[in-house]
Each structure stands twice: as structure tokens, then as C-alpha cells.
């Protein structure tokens, strides 16, 4: 039985006022709460995060990774310094990533491959464009998206991989997959990692993620395949991001 997991990606937006206003609503209710719940946020608020956090279920991740150790890296942040505040997760290949900051598959393998060896448990996130989905080509895609990583870290890797299947044309748009649409891309998935190794496919966490928010959650985390979600917009107020998470 995989356990519901539902993890907030605050992208770019917080400050200390409301980060101190979101955690104390979550710490509030999280006792309510079976899921695991994670919330990924910018790195200047992480000391913050692991202040309020502390004792408490409440888990801590990071948006984005750079693949180096340290050094002449401007800007960047580092799988140490990540783990320095507690954080235990981190997004990798979120499509905001690969598609503003040019992330291809190969620099998304490389991100999985360093999450893991500083035992970080990576968000790997994978999913179709809407003209990919439109020209029926979602299997296609999830499957380069997979399969890059699985060359990259192998399919034993999985056991310490989180997937989020987000189709981006869901993402911040306020249309949500179907449960169906969802469960069905979910499936699709299982069975790609199924065709490496059945008890890891069965094991694998996968989220959903695109305008997944109070209304929605409890259909769609009932579908079989679908272990929880990735929330974005719904995860900035605490009531909302509370009730997604009681979903599970
Ligand atoms: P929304 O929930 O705002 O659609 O964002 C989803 C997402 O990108 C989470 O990573």
C-alpha cells in the first residue's frame, strides 16, 4: 500500500509574513492529516520553514538543485546547502524548468542522479505539452521522460524517486486532467516501470499536479494510480493546501 503524499511547490512566491502565516495554518491542521505533506519552497525562507517546523510532520523541500558540490557556481545552490536547513526532498525537471530555464531530459537525469547520491529524494516531474497531448503523443513523451532517468540512475533508483505526472497544459491554467485522463497517464507510467522491474512499479509514488486544488483532490487521489499531488497555487493558503492533503 503506497502512502498518500501531498507536496506544496510555492514557485515564486512568499514572504516572511505569509510563509510564517501558510506554516502555522499547516502546522495547525497537519495533525488531521495521514498523508506525508511537503512543502517546497524558495530557498531565502528555508531557515524560516525549518524554525516552524521543527518536531513537527511537516517536511521541507527545494524547487530546483545544482549538479556541483560548491565553487564558481553564481547564483546556484548546492545539494549540501539544501540539507543544511533539514530539507529531505527536491523538484527536479518541473516544466516551469525545462521550458524557461532550458532543462532537457539529460540535465533532468544529471539533477536525479546528484538528488540521489546526497540522499535527497527527488520530485521528478514529467508531462506533456497540450498540442503533445492534442496530436496523441503524451505516451511518447512520458516515456523519453522516464526513460532518460531510468538510463541515467537505473530502475533500482526508483525506490527512492517520487514521480509527478503534471501535463503542463493543466498547470496554473485552472484545468485540471480528468480523473480518468489522469489515472489513465498514470497507469501508462506504472506499466513503463513495470516493464523494468514490477515490484519497484508497484512502490513508486506518482502525483498528479496542474490546478489540483480543494474541489478536485479527493477524486482524483482515489483513482488508483495516483498517489497524491503536487500543488501550486492552491498550496499558498493553508485551509486550501489542508483540505487537499486531508484528501488522502
Ligand atoms: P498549479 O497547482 O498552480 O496548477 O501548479 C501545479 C504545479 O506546477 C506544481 O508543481
Redo the contacts with the bound molecule.
Keep these: 500500500m503506497r502512502q498518500t503524499i501531498v507536496?506544496g511547490?510555492w514557485?515564486m512566491n512568499a514572504s516572511k509574513e505569509t510563509v510564517n502565516t501558510l506554516v502555522m495554518g499547516i502546522l495547525e491542521g497537519l495533525p488531521d492529516v495521514k498523508s506525508k505533506v511537503i512543502v517546497?519552497t524558495p530557498y531565502p525562507y528555508f531557515s524560516q520553514v525549518e524554525a516552524l517546523a521543527t518536531h513537527s510532520q511537516l517536511n521541507l523541500g527545494a524547487q530546483n538543485i545544482n549538479i556541483n558540490a560548491s565553487g564558481a557556481f553564481t547564483g546556484e545552490v548546492s545539494a549540501d546547502m539544501i540539507k543544511d536547513f533539514g530539507a529531505e526532498y527536491v523538484?527536479v525537471g518541473?516544466?516551469?524548468r525545462r521550458s524557461l530555464y532550458g532543462e532537457t531530459d539529460e540535465i533532468v537525469a544529471e539533477k536525479v542522479q546528484v538528488a540521489l547520491d546526497n540522499k535527497l529524494t527527488p520530485l521528478f516531474?514529467i508531462g506533456e505539452l497540450l498540442e503533445e497531448r492534442e496530436s496523441g503523443n503524451t505516451e511518447a513523451v512520458v516515456t523519453r521522460q522516464i526513460n532518460a532517468v531510468i538510463e541515467k540512475v537505473g530502475i533500482e533508483a526508483f525506490k527512492n524517486i517520487i514521480i509527478?505526472y503534471?501535463p503542463v497544459w493543466?498547470?496554473?491554467?485552472?484545468v485540471t486532467a480528468t480523473p480518468q485522463q489522469a489515472q489513465d497517464t498514470h497507469a501508462f507510467i506504472r506499466s513503463l516501470l513495470a516493464e523494468n522491474d514490477a515490484d519497484i512499479a508497484q512502490s513508486t509514488p506518482i502525483l498528479y499536479?496542474?490546478?489540483?486544488?480543494p474541489a478536485n483532490a479527493e477524486e482524483l487521489i482515489a483513482c488508483a494510480d495516483i498517489d497524491g499531488g503536487?500543488?501550486?497555487?492552491?498550496?499558498l493558503k493553508s485551509e486550501d493546501f489542508l483540505s487537499i492533503c486531508k484528501a488522502g
Excluded: D, F, P, V
Excluded at 170 to 174: H, P
Design positions: 507536496a511547490n514557485k517546497c523538484i518541473h516544466s516551469e516531474c509527478a503534471e493543466a498547470i496554473g491554467t485552472g499536479g496542474g490546478s489540483m486544488n503536487l500543488i501550486g497555487g492552491a498550496s
